[in-house]
């Protein structure tokens, strides 16, 4: 059983930063497959960052060159730095994971509000 915990969220102004982590607890055997996600009112669950099979990071399109996700492999922890954030970033962000039998595992989420 694979438990995630997220921290790092609140209120920043338009241009602002924030960093999310994620670590968590249980064996973690697809080290690739942790991964963060958002989701805004009214819309879909969005992946935001990831890591390919082979490690290569990926993002969505909307925040290529503003985020950047990395991790320590030796505490089960991804982060996820966000810098030049908009309005339109204001989502709660989901840690995610998946194992190698493809169950999909969730944080709780942190809310990430960006003001004008």
């Known amino acids: 059983q694979v438990q995630l915990v997220e921290s790092g969220g609140g209120l920043v102004q338009a241009g602002g930063s924030l960093r999310l982590s994620c670590t968590a607890s249980?064996?973690?055997?697809?080290?690739?497959?942790m991964d963060w996600y958002r989701q805004a009112p009214g819309q879909q669950r969005e992946l935001v960052a990831g890591?390919?099979?082979?490690?290569?990071?990926n993002y969505a399109d909307s925040v290529k060159g503003r985020f950047t996700i990395f991790r320590d492999n030796a505490k089960n922890t991804v982060y996820l730095q966000m810098n030049s954030l908009q309005p339109e970033d204001t989502a709660v962000y989901y840690c995610?994971?998946?194992?190698?039998?493809?169950?999909?595992?969730w944080g709780q989420g942190t809310q990430v509000t960006v003001s004008s």
């Open positions: 890591f390919t099979s082979v490690g290569i990071r």
């Open positions: 995610h994971y998946l194992d190698l039998t493809h169950f999909n595992y």
């Open positions: 249980g064996r973690i055997f697809n080290i690739n497959g």
